[in-house]
Protein backbone atom coordinates (compact mmCIF):
# COMPACT_ATOMS: atom_id res chain seq x y z
CA UNK A 1 0.00 0.00 0.00
CA UNK A 2 1.74 3.43 -1.09
CA UNK A 3 -1.27 6.06 -0.53
CA UNK A 4 -0.54 6.72 -3.99
CA UNK A 5 -3.41 6.27 -6.53
CA UNK A 6 -1.14 4.52 -9.01
CA UNK A 7 0.95 1.66 -8.21
CA UNK A 8 3.16 1.37 -10.79
CA UNK A 9 5.39 4.45 -12.06
CA UNK A 10 6.95 4.08 -15.37
CA UNK A 11 10.06 6.62 -15.95
CA UNK A 12 10.56 7.33 -19.58
CA UNK A 13 13.82 8.46 -18.94
CA UNK A 14 18.02 6.80 -18.82
CA UNK A 15 20.91 7.64 -17.53
CA UNK A 16 21.30 8.83 -14.12
CA UNK A 17 18.13 10.46 -13.77
CA UNK A 18 16.05 7.06 -14.57
CA UNK A 19 17.77 5.44 -11.54
CA UNK A 20 17.54 8.41 -9.08
CA UNK A 21 13.75 8.74 -9.68
CA UNK A 22 13.54 4.75 -8.85
CA UNK A 23 15.41 5.01 -6.11
CA UNK A 24 12.76 7.21 -4.68
CA UNK A 25 9.76 5.42 -6.39
CA UNK A 26 11.25 2.41 -4.28
CA UNK A 27 10.92 4.26 -1.08
CA UNK A 28 7.54 5.02 -1.55
CA UNK A 29 6.51 1.67 -1.99
CA UNK A 30 5.67 2.48 -5.84
CA UNK A 31 6.47 -0.75 -8.49
CA UNK A 32 8.86 0.95 -11.08
CA UNK A 33 9.10 0.35 -14.82
CA UNK A 34 11.61 2.24 -17.40
CA UNK A 35 12.06 2.03 -21.08
CA UNK A 36 15.15 1.15 -22.72
CA UNK A 37 16.96 1.20 -25.94
CA UNK A 38 19.15 -1.76 -26.80
CA UNK A 39 21.83 0.55 -26.18
CA UNK A 40 21.24 0.91 -22.43
CA UNK A 41 21.41 -2.53 -21.95
CA UNK A 42 23.17 -3.10 -18.62
CA UNK A 43 22.72 0.12 -17.52
CA UNK A 44 22.32 0.29 -13.93
CA UNK A 45 18.45 1.69 -14.08
CA UNK A 46 17.51 -1.23 -16.34
CA UNK A 47 19.13 -3.22 -13.75
CA UNK A 48 17.52 -1.57 -10.55
CA UNK A 49 13.56 -1.52 -12.31
CA UNK A 50 11.22 -3.75 -11.48
CA UNK A 51 10.48 -4.00 -15.25
CA UNK A 52 11.71 -2.55 -18.15
CA UNK A 53 10.11 -2.53 -21.44
CA UNK A 54 12.06 -2.17 -24.54
CA UNK A 55 11.45 0.30 -27.38
CA UNK A 56 13.48 0.88 -30.42
CA UNK A 57 14.18 3.76 -33.06
CA UNK A 58 16.23 4.73 -35.86
CA UNK A 59 18.87 5.90 -33.12
CA UNK A 60 18.77 5.15 -29.29
CA UNK A 61 17.44 9.18 -28.77
CA UNK A 62 14.60 8.56 -31.18
CA UNK A 63 13.34 5.58 -29.27
CA UNK A 64 13.38 7.88 -26.01
CA UNK A 65 11.40 10.77 -28.47
CA UNK A 66 9.16 8.07 -29.44
CA UNK A 67 5.77 8.78 -27.20
CA UNK A 68 3.48 6.58 -28.98
CA UNK A 69 5.59 3.89 -27.72
CA UNK A 70 6.02 4.77 -24.26
CA UNK A 71 2.69 5.63 -23.58
CA UNK A 72 1.92 1.81 -24.78
CA UNK A 73 4.61 0.52 -22.51
CA UNK A 74 2.79 2.09 -19.75
CA UNK A 75 -0.18 0.37 -20.65
CA UNK A 76 1.38 -3.07 -20.59
CA UNK A 77 2.74 -3.06 -17.66
CA UNK A 78 -0.14 -1.08 -15.85
CA UNK A 79 1.94 2.16 -14.98
CA UNK A 80 -0.76 4.57 -13.77
CA UNK A 81 2.16 7.53 -13.76
CA UNK A 82 4.40 8.36 -16.07
CA UNK A 83 7.45 10.56 -14.86
CA UNK A 84 9.54 11.48 -18.02
CA UNK A 85 12.69 12.91 -16.35
CA UNK A 86 14.24 15.59 -18.05
CA UNK A 87 15.31 16.58 -21.43
CA UNK A 88 13.51 13.71 -23.97
CA UNK A 89 9.76 14.11 -23.74
CA UNK A 90 9.94 16.12 -20.32
CA UNK A 91 9.11 19.81 -22.22
CA UNK A 92 6.84 18.05 -24.69
CA UNK A 93 3.30 19.44 -24.46
CA UNK A 94 1.67 16.41 -26.77
CA UNK A 95 3.07 13.90 -25.20
CA UNK A 96 1.63 15.32 -21.53
CA UNK A 97 -1.62 15.77 -23.16
CA UNK A 98 -1.62 12.51 -25.02
CA UNK A 99 -0.46 10.90 -21.19
CA UNK A 100 -3.14 12.26 -19.83
CA UNK A 101 -5.55 11.43 -22.21
CA UNK A 102 -4.22 7.72 -21.86
CA UNK A 103 -5.68 7.92 -18.22
CA UNK A 104 -2.44 8.12 -16.84
CA UNK A 105 -0.51 10.80 -14.53
CA UNK A 106 1.87 12.91 -16.00
CA UNK A 107 4.53 13.57 -13.35
CA UNK A 108 4.80 17.29 -14.45
CA UNK A 109 3.16 20.42 -14.98
CA UNK A 110 0.09 21.10 -17.52
CA UNK A 111 0.55 20.87 -21.17
CA UNK A 112 -0.72 24.68 -21.13
CA UNK A 113 2.11 25.43 -18.57
CA UNK A 114 4.56 23.80 -20.84
CA UNK A 115 3.34 25.32 -24.19
CA UNK A 116 3.66 28.70 -22.61
CA UNK A 117 7.34 27.99 -21.05
CA UNK A 118 8.38 26.29 -23.99
CA UNK A 119 7.67 28.82 -26.34
CA UNK A 120 10.79 31.47 -25.24
CA UNK A 121 8.82 34.48 -26.87
CA UNK A 122 5.30 33.85 -25.54
CA UNK A 123 7.11 33.11 -21.72
CA UNK A 124 9.19 36.56 -22.07
CA UNK A 125 6.29 38.35 -23.10
CA UNK A 126 4.07 36.82 -20.44
CA UNK A 127 6.92 36.98 -17.76
CA UNK A 128 7.05 41.26 -19.04
CA UNK A 129 3.86 41.94 -18.47
CA UNK A 130 3.35 41.00 -15.11
CA UNK A 131 5.99 43.07 -14.47
CA UNK A 132 8.78 40.85 -13.82
CA UNK A 133 12.48 42.08 -15.48
CA UNK A 134 13.04 40.87 -18.76
CA UNK A 135 16.64 42.05 -20.62
CA UNK A 136 15.99 44.11 -23.64
CA UNK A 137 15.49 42.25 -26.92
CA UNK A 138 14.11 42.21 -30.57
CA UNK A 139 11.58 39.45 -31.53
CA UNK A 140 11.99 38.37 -35.16
CA UNK A 141 8.00 37.24 -35.01
CA UNK A 142 7.00 40.54 -33.85
CA UNK A 143 7.89 41.87 -37.47
CA UNK A 144 10.52 39.59 -39.22
CA UNK A 145 10.63 42.52 -42.03
CA UNK A 146 12.49 45.11 -39.38
CA UNK A 147 14.06 42.33 -37.10
CA UNK A 148 17.57 42.84 -37.98
CA UNK A 149 16.93 46.10 -37.63
CA UNK A 150 15.90 45.91 -34.52
CA UNK A 151 18.58 43.74 -32.96
CA UNK A 152 20.94 45.83 -34.66
CA UNK A 153 20.11 48.94 -32.81
CA UNK A 154 19.88 46.76 -29.61
CA UNK A 155 24.02 47.76 -30.01
CA UNK A 156 26.59 44.68 -29.40
CA UNK A 157 27.01 42.97 -27.33
CA UNK A 158 24.39 40.82 -28.37
CA UNK A 159 22.93 36.89 -27.61
CA UNK A 160 21.25 35.15 -30.70
CA UNK A 161 18.72 32.42 -29.83
CA UNK A 162 16.23 29.85 -31.63
CA UNK A 163 12.56 30.67 -30.21
CA UNK A 164 12.30 27.43 -30.03
CA UNK A 165 15.81 26.57 -28.06
CA UNK A 166 17.17 25.57 -24.90
CA UNK A 167 20.06 24.15 -23.11
CA UNK A 168 22.29 26.29 -25.61
CA UNK A 169 21.90 25.08 -28.65
CA UNK A 170 21.88 27.29 -31.45
CA UNK A 171 23.07 30.43 -29.47
CA UNK A 172 25.55 32.96 -30.75
CA UNK A 173 26.98 36.03 -28.89
CA UNK A 174 27.54 38.81 -31.28
CA UNK A 175 30.45 41.09 -30.38
CA UNK A 176 30.98 43.15 -33.63
CA UNK A 177 26.88 44.48 -35.76
CA UNK A 178 28.72 43.54 -38.87
CA UNK A 179 28.31 40.17 -38.16
CA UNK A 180 24.65 40.16 -37.30
CA UNK A 181 23.44 38.92 -40.43
CA UNK A 182 25.38 35.57 -40.92
CA UNK A 183 25.19 34.61 -37.00
CA UNK A 184 21.53 35.07 -36.92
CA UNK A 185 21.73 32.87 -40.95
CA UNK A 186 23.27 30.11 -39.01
CA UNK A 187 21.14 30.42 -35.65
CA UNK A 188 18.56 29.91 -37.82
CA UNK A 189 19.92 27.17 -39.38
CA UNK A 190 20.72 25.46 -36.50
CA UNK A 191 17.09 26.16 -34.78
CA UNK A 192 15.48 24.51 -37.94
CA UNK A 193 18.13 21.48 -37.40
CA UNK A 194 17.30 20.58 -34.22
CA UNK A 195 13.92 22.39 -33.08
CA UNK A 196 12.30 22.15 -36.45
CA UNK A 197 11.76 26.04 -36.21
CA UNK A 198 14.33 28.30 -37.16
CA UNK A 199 12.68 31.67 -36.19
CA UNK A 200 14.81 33.98 -33.97
CA UNK A 201 15.32 36.29 -30.71
CA UNK A 202 18.07 38.56 -30.16
CA UNK A 203 18.66 39.82 -26.88
CA UNK A 204 21.15 42.02 -24.78
CA UNK A 205 23.74 40.03 -23.65
CA UNK A 206 25.07 41.11 -20.09
CA UNK A 207 29.19 40.70 -20.21
CA UNK A 208 30.23 38.07 -17.41
CA UNK A 209 26.80 37.29 -16.57
CA UNK A 210 26.29 34.79 -13.56
CA UNK A 211 23.12 31.98 -13.97
CA UNK A 212 20.69 31.87 -11.04
CA UNK A 213 18.08 30.07 -11.05
CA UNK A 214 15.25 29.19 -8.84
CA UNK A 215 13.44 25.61 -7.78
CA UNK A 216 9.76 26.32 -7.37
CA UNK A 217 7.14 23.88 -6.72
CA UNK A 218 3.61 24.43 -7.06
CA UNK A 219 0.41 21.85 -6.89
CA UNK A 220 -3.07 21.61 -8.31
CA UNK A 221 -4.76 24.01 -5.74
CA UNK A 222 -2.73 26.67 -6.88
CA UNK A 223 0.29 26.83 -3.76
CA UNK A 224 3.30 27.52 -5.14
CA UNK A 225 6.52 27.80 -2.83
CA UNK A 226 10.11 28.38 -4.18
CA UNK A 227 13.40 26.53 -2.72
CA UNK A 228 16.00 28.58 -3.17
CA UNK A 229 18.20 29.34 -5.88
CA UNK A 230 20.84 27.41 -7.90
CA UNK A 231 23.93 29.34 -9.42
CA UNK A 232 25.41 27.61 -12.39
CA UNK A 233 27.62 30.21 -13.71
CA UNK A 234 30.05 27.58 -14.64
CA UNK A 235 29.78 26.36 -18.14
CA UNK A 236 31.77 25.37 -21.14
CA UNK A 237 30.04 26.57 -24.09
CA UNK A 238 26.55 27.64 -22.82
CA UNK A 239 26.71 23.96 -20.57
CA UNK A 240 26.92 23.94 -16.94
CA UNK A 241 29.37 21.63 -15.42
CA UNK A 242 28.95 22.93 -11.44
CA UNK A 243 26.18 24.00 -9.87
CA UNK A 244 25.95 25.03 -6.52
CA UNK A 245 23.59 26.64 -3.67
CA UNK A 246 23.08 29.39 -1.83
CA UNK A 247 24.67 31.45 -5.04
CA UNK A 248 28.12 33.49 -3.35
CA UNK A 249 26.77 36.58 -6.05
CA UNK A 250 23.82 37.62 -4.10
CA UNK A 251 23.17 39.17 -0.63
CA UNK A 252 20.37 38.02 1.71
CA UNK A 253 17.98 41.49 0.05
CA UNK A 254 18.85 40.02 -3.75
CA UNK A 255 18.39 36.46 -2.45
CA UNK A 256 15.13 37.27 -1.34
CA UNK A 257 13.98 38.98 -4.33
CA UNK A 258 14.94 36.93 -6.74
CA UNK A 259 13.08 33.97 -5.28
CA UNK A 260 10.36 35.93 -4.71
CA UNK A 261 10.36 37.04 -8.66
CA UNK A 262 10.47 33.31 -9.56
CA UNK A 263 7.43 32.28 -7.07
CA UNK A 264 5.47 34.88 -8.31
CA UNK A 265 6.47 33.87 -12.31
CA UNK A 266 5.27 30.39 -11.13
CA UNK A 267 2.02 31.52 -9.57
CA UNK A 268 1.16 34.09 -12.50
CA UNK A 269 1.61 30.71 -15.17
CA UNK A 270 -0.52 28.43 -12.18
CA UNK A 271 2.19 26.18 -12.51
CA UNK A 272 1.75 22.71 -11.32
CA UNK A 273 4.70 20.60 -10.48
CA UNK A 274 8.44 21.09 -10.09
CA UNK A 275 9.88 23.85 -12.20
CA UNK A 276 13.07 25.74 -12.62
CA UNK A 277 13.19 30.02 -13.33
CA UNK A 278 16.74 31.11 -14.89
CA UNK A 279 17.61 33.81 -14.39
CA UNK A 280 20.80 36.08 -15.73
CA UNK A 281 22.53 38.07 -13.60
CA UNK A 282 24.91 40.98 -13.83
CA UNK A 283 25.74 44.77 -12.30
CA UNK A 284 23.56 43.94 -9.66
CA UNK A 285 20.43 43.49 -11.62
CA UNK A 286 18.79 40.48 -12.77
CA UNK A 287 16.80 39.47 -16.13
CA UNK A 288 14.20 36.66 -16.51
CA UNK A 289 15.70 34.38 -19.05
CA UNK A 290 13.78 31.15 -19.16
CA UNK A 291 11.49 28.67 -17.22
CA UNK A 292 12.08 24.72 -17.42
CA UNK A 293 8.90 22.97 -16.87
CA UNK A 294 10.44 20.11 -15.70
CA UNK A 295 13.26 18.39 -13.05
CA UNK A 296 16.60 19.85 -13.55
CA UNK A 297 19.96 18.16 -13.80
CA UNK A 298 21.09 19.82 -10.75
CA UNK A 299 17.91 19.59 -8.74
CA UNK A 300 20.22 17.64 -6.08
CA UNK A 301 21.90 20.63 -4.87
CA UNK A 302 18.60 21.67 -3.67
CA UNK A 303 17.64 18.53 -1.98
CA UNK A 304 21.09 18.43 -0.16
CA UNK A 305 20.44 21.76 1.59
CA UNK A 306 16.65 21.81 1.92
CA UNK A 307 16.52 18.19 2.58
CA UNK A 308 13.58 17.69 0.51
CA UNK A 309 13.16 15.03 -1.98
CA UNK A 310 11.70 16.40 -5.07
CA UNK A 311 10.54 13.59 -7.03
CA UNK A 312 8.84 12.55 -4.06
CA UNK A 313 7.37 15.96 -4.19
CA UNK A 314 6.53 15.52 -7.95
CA UNK A 315 4.98 12.41 -6.93
CA UNK A 316 2.43 13.40 -4.35
CA UNK A 317 1.52 16.76 -6.56
CA UNK A 318 0.60 14.41 -9.48
CA UNK A 319 -1.24 12.33 -7.52
CA UNK A 320 -3.21 15.05 -6.63
CA UNK A 321 -2.08 15.83 -3.20
CA UNK A 322 -1.16 19.17 -1.87
CA UNK A 323 2.22 20.55 -1.93
CA UNK A 324 3.94 18.16 1.20
CA UNK A 325 5.12 21.63 2.79
CA UNK A 326 4.94 25.26 3.13
CA UNK A 327 7.00 28.62 2.04
CA UNK A 328 7.85 28.75 6.15
CA UNK A 329 9.20 25.36 6.25
CA UNK A 330 11.46 25.58 3.63
CA UNK A 331 15.19 26.08 4.96
CA UNK A 332 18.45 25.82 3.53
CA UNK A 333 21.06 25.06 5.50
CA UNK A 334 25.19 24.57 4.41
CA UNK A 335 26.22 24.63 0.92
CA UNK A 336 25.87 21.76 -1.49
CA UNK A 337 28.18 21.49 -5.27
CA UNK A 338 27.19 19.10 -8.35
CA UNK A 339 29.76 18.05 -10.44
CA UNK A 340 28.89 16.68 -13.48
CA UNK A 341 30.81 13.48 -14.73
CA UNK A 342 31.02 13.90 -18.48
CA UNK A 343 32.85 10.99 -20.88
CA UNK A 344 34.57 14.38 -22.40
CA UNK A 345 38.32 15.33 -22.68
CA UNK A 346 38.70 19.27 -21.41
CA UNK A 347 42.44 19.11 -22.86
CA UNK A 348 40.54 18.30 -26.54
CA UNK A 349 38.33 21.08 -26.39
CA UNK A 350 35.55 19.17 -24.05
CA UNK A 351 35.18 16.76 -26.88
CA UNK A 352 33.30 13.60 -26.23
CA UNK A 353 35.12 10.46 -25.88
CA UNK A 354 34.11 7.05 -25.92
CA UNK A 355 35.20 3.35 -24.28
CA UNK A 356 33.87 0.85 -22.22
CA UNK A 357 33.29 1.42 -18.81
CA UNK A 358 36.07 -0.99 -17.22
CA UNK A 359 36.23 -0.74 -13.39
CA UNK A 360 33.82 2.19 -11.59
CA UNK A 361 34.14 2.78 -7.83
CA UNK A 362 32.47 5.90 -7.14
CA UNK A 363 33.24 7.77 -3.66
CA UNK A 364 30.92 7.43 -0.57
CA UNK A 365 30.80 8.58 2.83
CA UNK A 366 28.92 11.51 4.75
CA UNK A 367 27.70 14.57 2.90
CA UNK A 368 28.82 12.44 -0.49
CA UNK A 369 25.76 11.55 -3.12
CA UNK A 370 26.79 9.86 -6.67
CA UNK A 371 23.67 10.30 -9.12
CA UNK A 372 25.37 6.74 -11.06
CA UNK A 373 24.09 6.60 -15.00
CA UNK A 374 26.62 3.78 -15.93
CA UNK A 375 27.84 0.35 -14.93
CA UNK A 376 30.69 -1.35 -15.40
CA UNK A 377 30.85 -3.31 -18.35
CA UNK A 378 28.60 -0.67 -20.16
CA UNK A 379 29.88 1.02 -23.45
CA UNK A 380 29.87 4.78 -23.61
CA UNK A 381 29.09 6.01 -27.01
CA UNK A 382 28.27 9.15 -28.47
CA UNK A 383 24.34 7.92 -29.19
CA UNK A 384 23.79 9.82 -26.20
CA UNK A 385 24.56 12.89 -23.78
CA UNK A 386 28.01 12.42 -22.26
CA UNK A 387 27.16 13.03 -19.00
CA UNK A 388 27.71 9.41 -17.06
CA UNK A 389 26.99 10.20 -13.49
CA UNK A 390 26.44 13.55 -11.07
CA UNK A 391 28.57 13.73 -7.77
CA UNK A 392 27.06 16.17 -4.99
CA UNK A 393 28.40 17.16 -1.71
CA UNK A 394 27.12 18.97 1.55
CA UNK A 395 29.46 21.18 3.43
CA UNK A 396 28.53 23.39 6.47
CA UNK A 397 29.98 26.22 3.78
CA UNK A 398 31.10 26.88 0.55
CA UNK A 399 35.00 26.45 1.36
CA UNK A 400 34.15 22.66 3.24
CA UNK A 401 32.29 21.79 0.48
CA UNK A 402 34.63 22.65 -2.15
CA UNK A 403 37.53 20.58 0.08
CA UNK A 404 34.58 17.70 0.07
CA UNK A 405 34.17 17.36 -2.97
CA UNK A 406 37.76 17.37 -4.04
CA UNK A 407 38.33 14.45 -1.90
CA UNK A 408 35.47 13.02 -3.16
CA UNK A 409 36.69 13.58 -6.83
CA UNK A 410 40.05 11.92 -5.69
CA UNK A 411 38.48 8.76 -4.73
CA UNK A 412 36.53 8.62 -7.57
CA UNK A 413 37.96 5.61 -10.29
CA UNK A 414 36.60 4.88 -13.48
CA UNK A 415 38.46 3.31 -15.88
CA UNK A 416 37.96 2.64 -19.38
CA UNK A 417 36.34 6.31 -20.56
CA UNK A 418 38.27 9.16 -20.32
CA UNK A 419 35.87 12.15 -18.11
CA UNK A 420 36.79 15.09 -17.02
CA UNK A 421 36.84 14.19 -13.13
CA UNK A 422 40.92 15.71 -13.17
CA UNK A 423 39.51 19.10 -14.73
CA UNK A 424 37.22 19.23 -12.49
CA UNK A 425 39.57 18.95 -9.40
CA UNK A 426 41.62 21.41 -11.41
CA UNK A 427 38.52 23.95 -11.65
CA UNK A 428 37.66 23.65 -8.35
CA UNK A 429 41.10 24.60 -7.23
CA UNK A 430 41.20 27.65 -8.84
CA UNK A 431 41.49 31.01 -6.81
CA UNK A 432 38.65 32.25 -8.87
CA UNK A 433 36.24 29.69 -8.23
CA UNK A 434 37.58 29.35 -4.61
CA UNK A 435 36.62 33.10 -4.40
CA UNK A 436 33.17 32.34 -5.88
CA UNK A 437 34.61 35.23 -8.80
CA UNK A 438 33.24 33.05 -11.62
CA UNK A 439 30.62 34.23 -14.84
CA UNK A 440 29.64 32.15 -17.63
CA UNK A 441 32.15 32.67 -19.68
CA UNK A 442 34.97 32.10 -17.29
CA UNK A 443 35.95 28.74 -18.65
CA UNK A 444 35.84 29.90 -22.02
CA UNK A 445 38.27 32.59 -21.38
CA UNK A 446 39.96 30.22 -19.09
CA UNK A 447 41.33 27.12 -20.98
CA UNK A 448 44.65 26.40 -19.29
CA UNK A 449 42.53 25.00 -16.66
CA UNK A 450 41.45 22.79 -19.55
CA UNK A 451 44.91 21.66 -20.45
CA UNK A 452 46.46 18.48 -18.65
CA UNK A 453 49.63 19.15 -16.83
CA UNK A 454 52.91 16.90 -16.37
CA UNK A 455 52.96 13.83 -14.53
CA UNK A 456 55.38 14.65 -11.94
CA UNK A 457 58.18 12.60 -11.39
CA UNK A 458 57.21 10.55 -8.22
CA UNK A 459 53.91 9.45 -9.79
CA UNK A 460 55.61 8.45 -13.26
CA UNK A 461 57.83 6.04 -11.53
CA UNK A 462 55.13 4.65 -9.65
CA UNK A 463 53.03 4.49 -12.78
CA UNK A 464 56.04 3.18 -14.71
CA UNK A 465 56.27 0.56 -11.88
CA UNK A 466 52.92 -0.48 -12.65
CA UNK A 467 52.70 -0.65 -16.43
CA UNK A 468 56.05 -3.22 -15.69
CA UNK A 469 54.21 -5.19 -13.53
CA UNK A 470 51.33 -5.60 -15.34
CA UNK A 471 52.97 -6.37 -18.17
CA UNK A 472 53.02 -9.92 -18.16
CA UNK A 473 55.94 -10.04 -21.20
CA UNK A 474 58.17 -7.73 -19.44
CA UNK A 475 57.85 -9.98 -16.17
CA UNK A 476 58.49 -12.85 -18.18
CA UNK A 477 61.85 -11.25 -19.13
CA UNK A 478 62.72 -10.39 -15.74
CA UNK A 479 62.20 -13.87 -14.78
CA UNK A 480 64.06 -15.29 -17.76
CA UNK A 481 67.38 -14.23 -16.15
CA UNK A 482 69.24 -15.00 -13.34
CA UNK A 483 69.57 -12.66 -10.47
CA UNK A 484 73.10 -12.21 -11.39
CA UNK A 485 73.25 -11.24 -14.73
CA UNK A 486 70.67 -8.18 -14.22
CA UNK A 487 72.88 -7.63 -11.20
CA UNK A 488 75.34 -6.65 -13.87
CA UNK A 489 73.04 -4.39 -15.38
CA UNK A 490 71.68 -3.80 -18.97
CA UNK A 491 74.42 -4.67 -21.37
CA UNK A 492 72.07 -7.14 -23.18
CA UNK A 493 69.99 -4.60 -24.28
CA UNK B 1 64.40 -5.84 -25.13
CA UNK B 2 63.30 -3.07 -23.72
CA UNK B 3 59.59 -2.29 -23.46
CA UNK B 4 57.85 1.61 -23.69
CA UNK B 5 54.67 2.51 -22.42
CA UNK B 6 53.09 6.03 -23.08
CA UNK B 7 52.90 7.50 -19.76
CA UNK B 8 50.64 10.72 -20.23
CA UNK B 9 52.29 11.35 -23.74
CA UNK B 10 55.51 10.47 -23.04
CA UNK B 11 57.65 7.29 -24.54
CA UNK B 12 59.05 5.83 -21.02
CA UNK B 13 61.40 2.74 -21.34
CA UNK B 14 61.34 0.28 -18.33
CA UNK B 15 62.81 -3.04 -17.89
CA UNK B 16 62.94 -5.29 -14.81
CA UNK B 17 65.07 -7.43 -12.58
CA UNK B 18 64.36 -9.64 -9.95
CA UNK B 19 64.90 -8.61 -6.48
CA UNK B 20 64.67 -11.72 -3.90
CA UNK B 21 61.15 -12.51 -3.90
CA UNK B 22 59.91 -8.99 -6.04
CA UNK B 23 61.07 -6.86 -8.74
CA UNK B 24 63.22 -3.99 -9.40
CA UNK B 25 62.28 -1.24 -11.90
CA UNK B 26 64.80 0.23 -14.09
CA UNK B 27 64.35 2.74 -17.00
CA UNK B 28 62.96 6.43 -18.30
CA UNK B 29 61.53 6.55 -14.94
CA UNK B 30 64.09 5.55 -12.15
CA UNK B 31 65.13 2.61 -10.37
CA UNK B 32 62.92 1.04 -7.21
CA UNK B 33 62.21 -2.29 -5.50
CA UNK B 34 58.83 -2.50 -6.52
CA UNK B 35 55.68 -5.02 -6.21
CA UNK B 36 51.79 -4.83 -7.40
CA UNK B 37 49.46 -7.23 -4.87
CA UNK B 38 45.90 -6.98 -4.56
CA UNK B 39 44.83 -3.87 -4.75
CA UNK B 40 48.43 -2.66 -3.61
CA UNK B 41 51.46 -0.88 -5.03
CA UNK B 42 54.54 -1.10 -3.21
CA UNK B 43 57.44 1.47 -4.28
CA UNK B 44 60.69 1.15 -1.85
CA UNK B 45 58.73 -0.29 1.03
CA UNK B 46 56.36 1.99 0.80
CA UNK B 47 52.34 0.74 -0.08
CA UNK B 48 49.15 2.90 -1.14
CA UNK B 49 45.81 1.39 -2.68
CA UNK B 50 45.85 1.09 -6.60
CA UNK B 51 43.15 -0.39 -9.19
CA UNK B 52 44.62 -1.55 -12.37
CA UNK B 53 42.72 -3.49 -14.90
CA UNK B 54 44.20 -4.42 -18.56
CA UNK B 55 42.27 -3.86 -21.88
CA UNK B 56 44.99 -5.46 -24.40
CA UNK B 57 47.73 -2.92 -24.35
CA UNK B 58 46.22 -0.75 -21.97
CA UNK B 59 46.61 -0.40 -18.53
CA UNK B 60 44.15 1.48 -16.63
CA UNK B 61 45.21 2.87 -13.50
CA UNK B 62 43.13 4.87 -10.29
CA UNK B 63 46.70 6.28 -8.63
CA UNK B 64 47.01 8.94 -5.36
CA UNK B 65 43.22 10.30 -6.66
CA UNK B 66 43.96 10.12 -10.37
CA UNK B 67 42.74 7.76 -13.37
CA UNK B 68 45.24 7.42 -15.74
CA UNK B 69 45.35 4.72 -19.14
CA UNK B 70 49.04 4.22 -19.90
CA UNK B 71 49.62 2.36 -23.32
CA UNK B 72 52.13 -0.60 -24.07
CA UNK B 73 54.25 -0.21 -27.33
CA UNK B 74 54.77 -3.06 -29.18
CA UNK B 75 58.14 -3.63 -29.97
CA UNK B 76 57.35 -4.55 -33.65
CA UNK B 77 55.34 -1.79 -34.14
CA UNK B 78 56.75 1.05 -32.07
CA UNK B 79 59.10 2.15 -34.85
CA UNK B 80 57.08 1.32 -38.01
CA UNK B 81 54.75 3.84 -36.95
CA UNK B 82 57.00 6.78 -37.19
CA UNK B 83 57.37 5.99 -41.08
CA UNK B 84 53.64 6.24 -41.49
CA UNK B 85 53.88 9.78 -42.02
CA UNK B 86 52.93 10.64 -46.20
CA UNK B 87 50.73 7.30 -46.45
CA UNK B 88 47.12 8.36 -45.36
CA UNK B 89 46.32 11.97 -47.44
CA UNK B 90 43.36 11.70 -45.01
CA UNK B 91 41.01 13.73 -42.87
CA UNK B 92 40.23 11.50 -39.79
CA UNK B 93 37.40 12.45 -36.93
CA UNK B 94 38.91 15.31 -34.43
CA UNK B 95 35.87 13.83 -31.72
CA UNK B 96 33.12 10.80 -32.07
CA UNK B 97 30.19 12.41 -33.65
CA UNK B 98 27.66 11.66 -36.64
CA UNK B 99 28.21 12.45 -40.49
CA UNK B 100 25.40 15.19 -41.59
CA UNK B 101 25.95 15.01 -45.13
CA UNK B 102 28.45 14.60 -47.95
CA UNK B 103 28.94 17.19 -50.27
CA UNK B 104 31.34 15.52 -53.36
CA UNK B 105 31.14 12.19 -54.45
CA UNK B 106 34.46 9.69 -55.43
CA UNK B 107 36.35 10.92 -58.30
CA UNK B 108 35.24 14.31 -58.28
CA UNK B 109 37.86 17.28 -58.76
CA UNK B 110 37.58 19.88 -55.53
CA UNK B 111 39.84 22.77 -54.95
CA UNK B 112 41.06 24.10 -51.63
CA UNK B 113 38.31 24.53 -49.39
CA UNK B 114 35.77 23.08 -50.89
CA UNK B 115 33.14 21.77 -48.76
CA UNK B 116 33.93 17.82 -48.81
CA UNK B 117 31.50 16.70 -45.80
CA UNK B 118 29.50 18.25 -42.75
CA UNK B 119 30.20 16.29 -39.19
CA UNK B 120 28.00 16.83 -36.23
CA UNK B 121 29.60 16.48 -32.51
CA UNK B 122 28.27 17.81 -29.56
CA UNK B 123 25.28 19.84 -31.14
CA UNK B 124 27.86 21.53 -33.50
CA UNK B 125 28.13 20.89 -37.19
CA UNK B 126 31.36 21.37 -38.66
CA UNK B 127 32.67 21.52 -42.21
CA UNK B 128 35.24 19.46 -43.75
CA UNK B 129 36.72 21.56 -46.47
CA UNK B 130 39.15 20.30 -49.10
CA UNK B 131 43.53 20.83 -47.52
CA UNK B 132 44.83 20.85 -50.77
CA UNK B 133 42.65 20.86 -54.27
CA UNK B 134 43.22 17.40 -55.80
CA UNK B 135 40.21 14.56 -56.21
CA UNK B 136 38.11 12.73 -53.76
CA UNK B 137 39.86 9.32 -53.63
CA UNK B 138 37.57 7.76 -50.83
CA UNK B 139 34.62 8.77 -48.62
CA UNK B 140 35.44 6.36 -45.52
CA UNK B 141 31.90 7.27 -43.96
CA UNK B 142 27.81 7.48 -44.77
CA UNK B 143 25.47 9.97 -44.01
CA UNK B 144 23.82 9.20 -40.37
CA UNK B 145 26.82 7.06 -39.58
CA UNK B 146 28.80 7.48 -35.79
CA UNK B 147 32.46 7.31 -35.51
CA UNK B 148 35.09 7.24 -32.99
CA UNK B 149 37.70 10.04 -32.75
CA UNK B 150 40.54 9.72 -35.55
CA UNK B 151 38.14 7.83 -38.07
CA UNK B 152 38.88 8.13 -41.52
CA UNK B 153 36.30 10.27 -42.94
CA UNK B 154 37.87 11.24 -46.84
CA UNK B 155 41.12 10.87 -48.80
CA UNK B 156 42.18 13.50 -51.30
CA UNK B 157 44.29 12.34 -53.59
CA UNK B 158 46.77 15.27 -55.46
CA UNK B 159 45.60 14.73 -58.96
CA UNK B 160 42.55 16.17 -60.96
CA UNK B 161 41.44 19.70 -60.19
Known amino acids: ?493 | MRHAFDIGGTETEVWLSRDGAGYRLHGDAGEARIGLAAGRLDVDGVGEPVLVVLDGETIHVHLGGANYVLRHKDPARRFADEDDGGAGDAARAPMPGTVVRIDVAVGQPVALGDPLLVIESMKLETTIRAWHGGTVAALHVAPGQSFDRDALLVTLSAGGG
Open chain 1, 1 to 493: MSGFPFDTLLIANRGEIALRIIRTAKRLGLKTAVVAHAADEGSPAVAAADRVVAITGKTGVAAYLDGAQIIAAARQVGAGAIHPGYGFLSENAGFARDVAAAGIAFVGPTAEAIELMGDKIRARAFVAERGFPVAPSAIEDDDPVTFLARATALGAPLLVKPSAGGGGKGMRIVRDIALLPQEIAQARREGERYFGDGRLYVERFVEQPRHIEVQVMGDAEGNVVHLFERECSTQRRFQKIVEETPSSALTAELRARICTAAAGIAQAARYRNAGTVEFIYGNGEFFFLEMNTRLQVEHPVTEMVTGIDLVEAQLRVAAGEPLPFTQAAIASRGHAIELRIYAESAARGFTPTTGTVLALRPPGGDGVRVDLGIAEKQRITTAFDPMLAKLIVHGADRPAAIARARRALADFALLGCETNIAFLDRLLAHPDFAAGAVHTGWLDAHPEIGAEPDINPEIRKRLAAIAALATQAVREEADAVPALHAAIGAWRN
